[in-house]
């Protein structure tokens, strides 16, 4: 767990940012306008981008008032969400070989079709992570940075097309701690990579906020009075809080007013990865022995680990984990499951398989019972799961946001009745046992959610305002 300083002299603030960090983030171009007069000149801001592990979303600001969400096309429909996803698909045109690079939307759009290529999402889960400086995709080697930059200009021109050009300056969204960041020099190196990316993608000035302070400002602008605000946005890999205060007379006086941030590396991701342990591995063999030397072995955990998250699934499509696979299969008293193991591995099923899992956990957080289905070629798997279940299952992480939330207001000196109101964004805010937690100390009349894809994009534009008046 991360708590960070507080910040309470504006300038300070304001430089700290640019000096260090960046992660789940928004983007926000700014525009140079002319000036009244010379001595007025100010920035006018563009537009902002939220760029998340999963979905991205952007939007421009003109004024406190006017807020713009860019929408992005996808299989024929248009929506308000960016998929942070790559696709490279290799054709040959004359003779000569070809390779076309295709983000987001049109990427997913593509992999789905059937199309042979390479599919690339959770970039951002990499940041922190030292070892992975490039990676070889259709014969060519690609560095880290320049992955992440192709995903960035993809979502820079893709926001375009229905909110106009965009400028070169931006400021963008990070979590209070990055996703496996353990140390602070960790932190530095996540913020210093997302940083290169933005700039070789054509962003040439960057300044960061936390994206739960930039959730608070999109609460924000719906207030005729001032509350102190308690925001807990609850991303892929992280879940993040700000204690803020917020009102058209805080807005005015601008100072003092992040009163405490926390973060801890437990969220959607964590939950997802909890359903594959419980659920789906089990089917796939995971407790099923094998003989070896005339004894009785345990399938290897690595295998089923490397299964909870999808974007690790490419780790287990080598020739050498292949072949210890299928060694071990032959040699199962059951193989009938080792079978669908290797079809997903093979047939490269990770991102179907991840969408029934977030599906099942959708329709727990609604029912109080639902059904995990996974249908694919040479694999079908489904059984009943209850909401009891999964709430055990994830019981730990669970404690582990409740610690991080209940030392923050330990630190910041601030009991649950001082606080406002509690506002909630990230599609896990759905979860009933979070918002159970947040219910029991805060009571169910405190909390606030809305635009819980898109709240962080919004209020990015809202923070670049202040910015922009300040610069």
């Known amino acids: 767990e991360y708590i960070p300083p507080v910040f309470h002299d504006p300038g300070r603030f304001l430089n700290s940012y640019r000096e260090t960090e960046i992660r789940r983030s928004g983007l926000v171009f700014l525009r140079r306008i002319t000036p009244l007069s010379r001595r007025d000149a100010v920035y006018f801001c563009s537009g902002v981008y939220n760029f998340g592990t999963t979905n991205s979303s952007v939007a421009v600001a003109s004024s406190r008032n006017h807020v713009r969400l860019a929408s992005f096309s996808s299989a024929e429909t248009m929506q308000e969400v960016f998929r942070s996803a790559l696709f490279f698909y290799e054709h040959h045109d004359g003779g000569l070989r070809r390779t076309e690079t295709y983000t987001g939307n049109e990427a997913i759009d593509h992999y789905l079709s059937g199309a042979e290529g390479r599919f690339i999402q959770s970039l951002k889960s990499y940041l922190p992570v030292r070892s992975f400086t490039a990676t070889s995709i259709l014969g060519r080697t690609y560095h880290f940075e320049d992955l992440l930059a192709i995903l960035l200009r993809g979502l820079h021109h893709s926001a375009a097309r229905s909110l106009g050009k965009l400028g070169n300056r931006a400021v963008i969204g990070r979590p209070v701690r990055f996703a496996d960041a353990i140390t602070q020099d960790d932190e530095k190196f996540a913020l210093a990579r997302l940083e290169a990316a933005a700039r070789r993608s054509g962003i040439e ?44 007379g805080a807005s005015t006086r601008g100072t003092h007013r992040i009163v405490g941030n926390a973060g801890v590396g437990v969220a959607g991701d964590s939950f997802d990865a909890a359903i594959v342990r419980r659920v789906v591995s089990p089917m796939l063999g995971k407790d099923g022995p094998y003989a070896s030397m005339g004894k009785k072995l345990g399938m290897p955990a690595w295998i089923y680990t490397k299964l909870e998250r999808w974007h690790h699934l490419s780790f287990l499509k080598t020739r050498e984990n292949l072949r210890t696979i299928r060694s071990i299969r032959a040699a199962a008293l059951d193989p ?10 093979e047939e490269d099923l990770g991102f179907h398989l991840h969408r029934s899992v977030q599906q099942i956990k959708r329709e727990l957080s609604a029912h ?56 909630l964004t990230g599609g896990s805010s759905f979860v009933p046992a979070i918002r159970k937690m947040f219910e029991l100390r805060f009571g169910r009349e405190k909390i606030a959610g809305g635009s819980e894809f898109t709240s962080v994009a919004s209020g990015l534009a809202l923070r670049s305002l202040e910015y922009a008046a300040g610069h």
């Not at 308690?230 to 009102?247: K, Y």
Request: glycine fraction near 8%.
């Open 205 to 248: 000035e960057v300044i960061f906020e936390y994206e739960p302070v930039a959730a608070a400002y999109h609460y924000e602008k719906s207030l005729d009075h001032d509350e102190l605000i308690l925001v807990g946005d609850f991303g892929g890999g992280t879940s993040d809080f700000s204690l803020i205060t917020v009102g058209p």
């Open 336 to 345: 009938a499951p080792l079978d669908g193991l290797l079809a997903i591995i």
């Open 368 to 423: 109080k019972t639902a059904k995990f289905v996974f249908d694919a070629p040479g694999i079908s798997l489904s059984t009943v799961v209850t909401r009891n279940q999964f709430e055990n299952w994830i019981r730990e992480e669970v404690e582990a946001i409740t610690s991080c939330l209940d030392r923050l207001l330990t630190s910041a000196g601030i009991s649950p009745s001082l606080v406002d109101r509690v506002f």
